[in-house]
């Protein structure tokens, strides 16, 4: 009879030790994977997307990820974390894609503003609220051109304002063939 609770009380204990190593993994995995594909350069560098349709500058000591065997985004992290800038390919000269970008990020019903970049391209974007900090969503392209970028600037623990010139820094280096 002992015998057999000692073989229930082993069989408990290893369940139990298995159950904690696979939690320790379910918990450290995700994140290591995410940084497979993270760099951080010590100078500005220039980093590109989708086959190089989209190009944009890193700035020295941002993080630059990119999903695993996806080379069609990556996201750029300030060094205080609190900043995120997603940039992805989207099809379409840049009234067509920022108006999908609007209506996907919930800013249809904000007043974009377009201007023109210091490498001739357009950008058109506008400010969404949200409750953690706030989103500035942008289209960079031409009318003509068949593709744009999408660029999808989320700030956490902070507001848009305090890192306003840090996206618009990173905005006006986005280039996108045409």
Same mark, same amino acid.
């Given at each position: 009879?002992?015998s057999a =609770?000692? $073989?229930?009380l082993?069989?408990v204990? %290893?369940?139990?030790?298995? *159950?904690?190593? @696979?939690? &320790?993994?379910?918990? #450290?995995i995700?994140p ?8 951080v ?37 300030s060094?205080d ?6 940039v =992805?390919e $989207?099809?379409g000269?840049?009234?067509? %894609?920022?108006?999908?970008? *609007?209506?996907? @990020?919930? &800013?249809?019903?904000? #007043?974009?503003?377009?201007e ?9 974007h506008a ?5 953690d ?11 003509r051109g068949?593709v744009s ?5 989320r ?5 848009v ?11 006006d ?6």
């Amino acid at each position: 009879m002992k015998s057999a =609770t000692a $073989l229930v009380l082993a069989c408990v204990g %290893a369940l139990g030790a298995a *159950a904690g190593i @696979g939690l &320790a993994a379910a918990v #450290a995995i995700p994140p290591s994977l995410a940084n497979l594909g993270a760099t951080v350069y010590e100078a500005p560098t220039e980093v590109s997307i989708a086959d190089a349709s989209v190009s944009l500058t890193a700035p020295a000591g941002w993080i630059v990820r990119r999903p695993p065997f996806d080379d069609d985004e990556l996201t750029l992290t300030s060094p205080d974390g609190r900043l995120e800038i997603a940039v =992805t390919e $989207l099809r379409g000269g840049f009234d067509t %894609a920022y108006a999908d970008l *609007a209506r996907d @990020g919930g &800013a249809q019903d904000a #007043a974009p503003v377009t201007e023109t970049l210091s490498s001739g391209a357009r950008a058109r974007h506008a400010e969404v609220s949200d409750p953690d900090g706030g989103v500035v969503l942008a289209a960079v392209g031409d009318e003509r051109g068949p593709v744009s970028a999408g660029i999808v600037a989320r700030v956490t623990e902070a507001g848009v304002a305090d890192y306003r010139y840090a996206i618009a820094e990173v905005l006006d280096t986005v280039r996108v063939a045409s």
